[in-house]
């Protein structure tokens, strides 16, 4: 796969956060953000919600507010371990099959063997942080059927 094929553009950041509603509210009233989408997923132990800037769609880079939804959360982890706070860089990719299968060429770890359920229908998978500079580095293909 070349290079510019790789990513697109940045998809979102995410941040950990102890009380989604909370974080919305903060987000929203006090920030001047808007709140453009919110669902749980128990696969990865989150209620979430993505919020965006004045009229911008998902085509623009958005802020994902992650919640634990239980204590064996990985989200829950991160917090007990290091405090609310910016938890992922998300790179949004058109193709996640042949994405993963070019970076673990490159020796880079995914941390599933196949991609996983994301925000709205997305495919998803994450590179492991000890292999990306100690960030962890999500790799999201938009559903394209789904606004988020
Ligand atoms: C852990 N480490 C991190 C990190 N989490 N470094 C940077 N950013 C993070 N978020 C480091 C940690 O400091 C340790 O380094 C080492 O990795 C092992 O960490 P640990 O605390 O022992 O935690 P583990 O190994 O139990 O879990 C870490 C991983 C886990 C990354 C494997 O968090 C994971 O599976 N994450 C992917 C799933 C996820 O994050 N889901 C929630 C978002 P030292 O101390 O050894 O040097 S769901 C989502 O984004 C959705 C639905 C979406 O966008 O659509």
Request: some cysteine.
């Amino acid at each position: 796969m070349d290079n510019s094929d790789l990513f697109v553009c940045i998809d979102h950041v995410g941040l950990a956060v102890p009380d989604l509603d909370e974080a919305i509210k903060f987000h929203t009233e006090v920030m001047g953000w808007r709140e453009l989408h919110r669902e749980k997923n128990e696969e990865q132990g989150v209620e979430e919600a993505m919020i965006g800037t004045g009229d911008q769609g998902p085509e623009n880079a958005q802020i994902q507010l992650l919640a634990p939804l239980n204590e064996s959360s990985t989200i829950a982890k991160f917090i007990g371990k290091n405090g609310p706070g910016m938890q992922q860089l998300a790179y949004r990719v058109r193709d996640l099959d042949q994405v993963m299968e070019t970076l673990k060429e490159r020796g880079v770890r995914l941390l599933y063997p196949e991609p996983r359920r994301g925000t709205a229908d997305s495919r998803i998978n994450f590179c492991h942080p000890k292999d990306t500079g100690g960030v962890l580095l999500e790799l999201v293909e938009p559903n394209k059927n789904a606004a988020h």
